[in-house]
């Protein structure tokens, strides 16, 4: 899939969704279908427009994208928004972006989608318009709840990461380069490869889940991983992610690591001694080769 900033877009007819897409859920899923382009934005509107409300990312534009190209479309487009875009018209935004530089054949949003300066636009402007056909998709719901990017947020931050694995419908992911720590993991037995949390994202509440690690040569390994404060040691370190690869021997320490969240084992607590932790670690080990090895 091509990934093209708005200014150099091609001249070509497109059938375009349009949103902001974080996390690529199963709503914005159903507003995908069908398109062969995906209008984006980045950052995200709220950083610019009210930075006060602007919340957590459940995806960084690099997996926005890889979960765009999985779902076969064609070319990614993103508009780089700033003061001077957010101030254009919503009658701008239909005459120069959709019309005059996507040459949209049609449009798909989400019932709640509105643009423009100060919002004003919304999906029945969009219906007026005669130059290209609207498709609006309805809010999707599963078990009475609205699937949205702030109800997946909350349950990521309460740890309820399998619930949010399925209405993302692909595992929730954190990222980055493996960090040098202190080694307390090693000491313990029990090595593990640091991430540092990305300021902007979201991060798992603090606790041990069962995950998988997906290294930068394509190996994919279960893995245990802490996410919090190490209530047992005085660190320093604020969050941390620490990732226990099962089955693993090797330095990653700069290397790009991928964790994907399937299950929350337990919440994060202090033991009666170090002794007591390393046998709750050993349990969790195993509880997350019994959970992930199957997947």
């Known amino acids: 899939m091509k990934v093209t900033p708005l200014a150099e877009a091609e001249p070509r007819e497109r059938r375009v969704a349009v949103g902001t897409f974080d996390g690529v859920h199963l709503g914005h899923r159903e507003v995908i279908a069908g398109a062969d382009t995906v209008l984006t934005f980045d950052p995200h509107p709220l950083s610019v427009v009210a930075p006060h409300a602007m919340p957590r990312l459940l995806t ?61 636009g919304d ?34 931050l309460a740890g309820e990461v399998d619930v949010a694995d399925a209405l993302l419908g692909a595992p929730f992911t954190i990222e980055g380069p493996v960090a040098h720590g ?20 979201v991060l798992p509440g603090h606790g041990v ?15 245990a991983t802490n996410v919090g404060v190490r209530p047992q040691f005085e660190t320093g370190r604020g969050e941390l992610v620490e990732a226990h690869l099962l089955d693993f021997s090797g330095d990653l320490y700069d290397e790009p690591l991928r964790l994907e969240f399937l299950r929350r084992l337990r919440g994060e607590r202090r033991f009666a001694s170090v002794e007591a932790l390393v046998e709750q670690i050993a349990r969790d080990v195993e509880a997350a080769r019994a959970l992930v090895a199957p997947l």
């Open 60 to 120: 960084t534009l690099a997996r926005k994208a890889e979960l765009v190209a999985a779902l076969g479309v064609e070319e990614l487009v993103v508009i780089p928004f700033d003061r001077a875009f957010a101030s254009r018209t919503a009658q701008s935004f239909i005459d120069d972006v959709l019309v005059g530089t996507l040459r949209a054949t049609q449009v798909s949003v989400g019932e709640n989608f509105r643009f423009g300066h100060r919002a004003q």
């Open 209 to 223: 889940y069962a995950t998988r690690a997906c290294t930068a040569d394509g190996r994919r390994h279960v893995a």
């Open 123 to 156: 999906a029945d402007m969009l219906r007026a318009d005669r130059r290209f056909a609207t498709r609006v998709v309805p809010l999707l719901e599963v078990e009475g709840e609205v699937v949205s990017s702030s109800h997946i947020r909350g349950l990521v």
């Open 182 to 201: 202190d080694a307390r993991g090693r000491a313990l037995g029990y090595p593990t490869a640091n991430l540092m949390p990305v300021d902007g994202m």
